[in-house]
């Protein structure tokens, strides 16, 4: 892929996964515990991590979570989504290679992650330990279930964005 | 979907419900409410008391209820009111967290009793 190519979908698919999360926090959740999202974003680090490869998804990932927590969220906001958004891509990022596992294992495995990195980063700021603790089997199961949500999205956007990315 | 998938979800449920089990104990008798703010213990409420207790800091104003054996947030001035619509509270080490406040609520179990637990 050429520079300038490469540029373009950067800005791109930045462009799209700060909207996904502008977009998110105008959907109300039905259940009042901190943490709880959609992770809508994660569809676009998804395909940039399937399509482009692991190193144009972190990218992607962090100016997204930079961005974001510029214009919506404030400072304290960016420690949780950067700890979130920087363990679930650990995560999944050797998943996305493996052949055994397709891109919903992925984004349950990112999901998961992501609501513990964000207790991670509670715990810290809270200086409490038995605290969140309490909250990491709920975010959990809520990142299971809204993993399956984006990881079947993702799965069919891929079929689209993977016959108009030119590599 | 591809089978390894489905064991990342069950390995990853398992995993939930062990911390469930294992963090959340029934409530035992005797048990407090405890309110953190700034990760500082602030006070202390018995749960077999109902009264109502306002805190104001310089984060904003809270105001907690224990009724019933329960604890709930009556109010808050915070802007995402989730500590608010949070449900009420009675189990040990469960919590209502407002986080713009750094305001924590957490139960605290009185004196340890196996017997319950495994009753229960």
Partial sequence: MSKSRKVAYYGILSALAILMGYVETMIPMPVPIPGVKIGLSNIVVLLALYVMGSKDGFAISVVRVAVSALLFKGFAGFWYSLAGAALSYIVMMPLSKSKKVSIIGTSVAGGVFHNIGQIIVAWFVLGRGVVVLYLIPVLMVSGIVTGIGIGLVSKYCIVYTDRHIIK | ?120
Avoid at chain 2, 89 to 117: R, W
Wanted: charged share 30%.
């Fill in chain 2, 1 to 120: 979907m591809k089978k390894l998938d489905f064991v990342i979800i069950l390995v990853l449920l398992a995993l939930a419900a062990v911390m469930y089990t294992t963090v959340l104990k029934p409530g035992k008798g005797g048990a407090v409410a405890v309110v953190y703010i700034d990760g500082e213990k602030e006070a202390e409420f018995p749960l077999d008391e109902d009264i109502e207790k306002t805190f104001s800091t310089k984060y904003g104003t809270n105001t907690i209820k224990i009724e019933n054996g329960e604890v709930s947030m009556e109010s808050a001035d915070c802007p995402d009111q989730i500590c608010v619509n949070h449900k009420p509270i009675s189990k040990e080490n469960e919590s209502i967290i407002c986080l713009p406040h750094k305001f924590v609520v957490e139960i605290e179990g009185g004196e340890k009793s196996d017997v319950d637990a495994i009753a229960k």
